[in-house]
């Protein structure tokens, strides 16, 4: 396993047990101190999709925006490829919503693009397909 990989494992692992507190407690591990991370969307009505979070602040917003809108959730990964400076994960992405208790599951593909050691940007996407042509751009 290289790596990369190795990184973002240990982010999907800390989210899964503790969500935006435990990844906080090792963003400085992970992250590079700039990292951009682009969710589909927080989940909060009206919330405009493509927000960019930007650095552990920013992070740290993302897990707070989220919360208003999730209680709890997952990310199950499915299978874990590199492709150059970036890492493609296809996973299975759960939570509940907040208000409406109603059970969320969809299937994403997340990137990773590590430079340095550490993650410096990462998105998720719809699609496969969507991925990797950003990662080929």
Known sequence: MSD????????????????????????????????????????????????????????????????????GGEVHIRSVEPNGDAVVVDARSTARGRVSGADIEEDITLVYWVGNGKIVRAQAFRSRQDALEAVNA
């Open 4 to 71: 990369a990989e190795e990184l973002v494992r240990r982010l999907f692992e800390a989210h899964n047990r503790g969500g935006g507190d435990a990844l906080l407690d090792i963003y400085d591990d992970l992250f590079d101190a700039d990292a951009e991370w682009t969710p589909l969307i927080v989940g909060v009505v009206g919330f405009p999709e493509r927000v960019i979070y930007r650095g552990r602040a920013g992070m740290e917003r993302y897990y707070r925006d989220r919360a208003e809108a999730f209680a």
